[in-house]
């Protein structure tokens, strides 16, 4: 389960890259209930979505060339720097940084091997969001790519997770816990890009998961504020139901009512 102690390895951070942010602004204000404060003069037209006064993710417009919009999440570490020698090392390659965000920590963004993004964020006087694991937050971060057991030991190199391999269907998913988070601490998954998605043209990529109290109603209100599903609601024995979800402008994320109530319910 996602934790606001966020131990090195855990995701700490998620923000959104999108063609047009006023857009993105009102689709998740009126899915989550999420309302947006700009970071002020100097940022690039980056700010925060927040729910109840309390940050659960950020927004800002597509800065890279060629990008597309979509959800990116960071992860926490010790030293960004370090990390950007692993990532290196274990045959990943570096996008941005890594650079200072004022004193609010430091930062740099990463390709894996099998291409999926990742990001990664050293706290300063921002440890991380202020809310997770709530209705309207993050809970589940999970990486969908051609080659798992490729991306396995490279995420361990970088990260040193914890992984368990567990039956789920017809495929095996690969649970990812922080080393220093204790036996609770789940925050993701690894599984296979799916046959279809690679059919379409996708390529690996991280999908971020947010609490919501009733997937179906969630499925209805994005189709009304203009978003897309991708497949069925799938019902998962101990886990919740859940489904993927496209914003207005293309950006994949999931949403899933868990089996377990969650804090804020």
Not at 106 to 126: E, H, I, K, L
Request: net charge negative; charged share 20%.
């Amino acid at each position: 389960m996602l934790t606001t102690d966020f131990p090195p390895g855990a995701p700490n951070w998620i923000d959104l890259g999108s063609p047009d942010p006023d857009a993105a602004q009102a689709f998740y204000g009126g899915l989550l209930d999420w309302t947006y404060a700009s970071a002020g003069p100097g940022s690039g037209g980056y700010g925060f979505f927040r729910r109840d006064g309390r940050t659960v993710a950020a927004l800002g417009p597509l800065t890279e060339e060629g990008a597309s919009s979509a959800w990116t999440v960071y992860f926490c570490t010790d030293d960004t720097d370090r990390t950007a020698q692993l990532v290196a090392e274990a045959g990943g390659a570096l996008r941005f940084g890594p650079y200072d965000v004022f004193g609010e920590g430091r930062m740099a963004g990463f390709t894996d091997p099998g291409g999926a993004r990742f990001a990664v964020w050293q706290p300063g006087s921002t440890t991380g969001l202020d809310a997770v694991t709530e209705v309207g937050t993050l809970c589940w971060t999970e990486l969908h790519t051609t080659d798992p057991e490729a991306a396995k030991p490279f995420y361990r190199s970088v990260f040193n997770w914890i992984e368990q391999d567990v039956p789920f269907g017809d495929f095996t998913y690969t649970v990812v816990t922080p080393t220093d988070g204790g036996t609770d601490a789940s925050q993701g998954g690894i599984v296979t890009l799916v046959d279809e998605d690679r059919a379409a043209g996708a390529t690996p990529f991280w999908l971020p998961y947010f609490e919501v109290a009733d997937v179906d109603a969630a499925v209805a209100r994005a189709e009304q504020l203009g978003g897309g599903r991708r497949g069925d609601p799938v019902d998962a024995p101990d886990v919740g139901r859940f489904v993927q979800l496209t914003d207005p402008q293309g950006a994949v994320f999931a949403v899933i009512a868990s089996a377990s109530e969650p804090p804020g319910q």
